[in-house]
């Protein structure tokens, strides 16, 4: 078992860049992260593609919101379940092959959708097959590429390379919808062939990745079910991601991306705003994580991470408490991508811990509990926010959202957040 040491961190406050090995440039010239970095990039574009053409499918055929998100929400679930078992293959099997085998398998499921598409042979059974299986293979292999990243940046670029990672993530959830909407008006097959092909991109670039993927550790040992959850016990024992997944869970309870935006279009209708209004209100408030991202890696070079997570842990309760004094709806939006706007900047400082702190054998099943626990408190969150603005109003629900993320934030007072070491100066024991 894996346990994390440091040395003592200095001021909390502006802190000097790192030297030039672990700087952005350096990271730039690594050739095997970069062209992983890109092949998930592919992946991932495919996949937020996907989650707006499903529904969009469902409503063309059907005209059923209920059963669009049915699919969506059995798409959360799947892909919850599966990043468990894809962290424990990320810890004993071969990852290039693991994840060659997620990609070309969504490949050939999205090719055949497509051709059923083409000759008219689709029901909402068969939508919801497609959607799950992918939803699976996503599951599994996104920790298996995120565990990849240890073995093949060094230990001075691990927190530069997790603040890349951000801009890949909300850079791709920001084209994934206009790209799935153009690309269905020209006809309801297009938007999955074009993913079939972002899968194929991703399976090339990854053949051409030259370095290991994973330490030598034998035979990886018997898989058994035990085995695979011990990433769950990882995280309660670890003295700096204990208390940072516990924000994580409470952040994500009343902030997370499909909840704030409900409750900002509803509270915009009741208020009686127009379609334009809400379409830039909510604009304005996904720009905000897109924003956060360019700008990680310097806040992660920059600032103590202690500084870095403390803002980000205060920031939702004092902008819902903003929320609840906004004077019109666009400062709505404008509010919401300010919170969200610094949470790029807390994931990239938490997975460069755990990509420092954590032995690579442990990688993978530790990741794959900390995207489990991070999903799970996502669909509880959307419909709690739901049932208090239908039961109270918009007030009662920007101070339940205060509350909640306020109790959260409360981890970042102890003393082990108020000290924290640069992820670069965690080694593992």
């Given at each position: 078992m894996t346990t994390a040491r440091w040395r003592p961190p200095g001021r909390l406050g502006l802190a000097p860049p790192v030297d030039g090995t672990g700087g952005s440039r350096a990271l730039l010239r690594n050739r095997d992260f970069q062209t992983l970095w890109t092949s998930r990039f592919f992946a991932g574009l495919g996949k937020e593609s996907g989650e707006v053409a499903y529904p969009l499918l469902v409503l063309?055929?059907?005209?059923?919101?209920?059963?669009?998100?049915?699919?969506?929400?059995?798409?959360?679930?799947?892909?919850?379940?599966?990043s468990v078992v894809g962290g424990a293959l990320a810890d004993r099997s071969n990852r290039r092959a693991v994840l060659l085998v997620c990609d070309l398998g969504r490949l050939a499921l999205l090719a055949l959708f497509t051709a059923l598409l083409f000759t008219g042979h689709v029901s909402i059974p068969l939508i919801l097959c497609v959607a799950v299986s992918s939803a699976a293979l996503t599951g599994v292999a996104n920790p298996v590429a995120m565990a990849a990243i240890k073995q093949l940046v060094p230990a001075a670029q691990l927190a530069d390379a997790a603040a890349q990672n951000q801009i890949r993530l909300f850079g791709t959830t920001a084209l994934g919808a206009p790209v799935a909407g153009s690309l269905f008006n020209l006809g309801r097959a297009f938007p999955f062939a074009a993913e079939a092909l972002t899968y194929l991109a991703s399976s090339v670039l990854l053949m051409s990745v030259r370095g290991p993927m994973q330490a030598?550790?034998?035979?990886?040992?018997?898989?058994?079910?035990?085995?695979?959850?011990?990433?769950?016990?990882?995280?309660?024992?670890?003295?700096?991601?204990?208390?940072?997944?516990?924000?994580?869970l409470g952040f994500n309870l009343v902030f997370t991306q499909t909840g704030a935006f409900l409750a900002i279009i509803a509270t915009a209708e009741s208020q009686g705003a127009s379609h334009l209004q809400i379409g830039m209100t909510v604009s304005l408030a996904g720009s905000g994580g897109l924003l956060g991202a360019l700008v990680a890696g310097l806040v992660v070079r920059w600032v103590r991470p202690s500084t870095t997570f403390l803002v980000a842990a205060w920031s939702a309760p004092v902008g819902a408490l903003a929320l609840l004094m906004a004077p019109n709806v666009i400062l709505l939006g404008v509010i919401v991508g300010c919170v969200f706007a610094v949470v790029p900047c807390a994931n990239a400082v938490f997975y460069g811990y755990v990509a420092a702190s954590v032995g690579d054998d442990l990688q993978g099943r530790v990741l794959g509990a900390v995207m489990f626990l991070a999903m799970l408190s996502q669909p509880v969150g959307i419909l709690g926010i739901g049932i208090v603005f239908d039961q109270a109003g918009p007030g009662w629900v920007f101070l339940t959202m205060a509350c909640v993320s306020g109790a959260a934030a409360l981890c970042s007072l102890t003393p082990v957040m108020r000290a924290l070491p640069r992820p670069e100066e965690v080694s593992v024991a």
């Open positions: 063309v055929l059907v005209g059923s919101a209920a059963q669009a998100g049915a699919i969506g929400a059995a798409q959360v679930a799947t892909a919850m379940v599966a030598d550790r034998g035979d990886g040992g018997r898989w058994n079910l035990r085995g695979a959850v011990s990433g769950f016990a990882v995280l309660a024992r670890h003295p700096i991601l204990r208390p940072m997944m516990a924000w994580i």
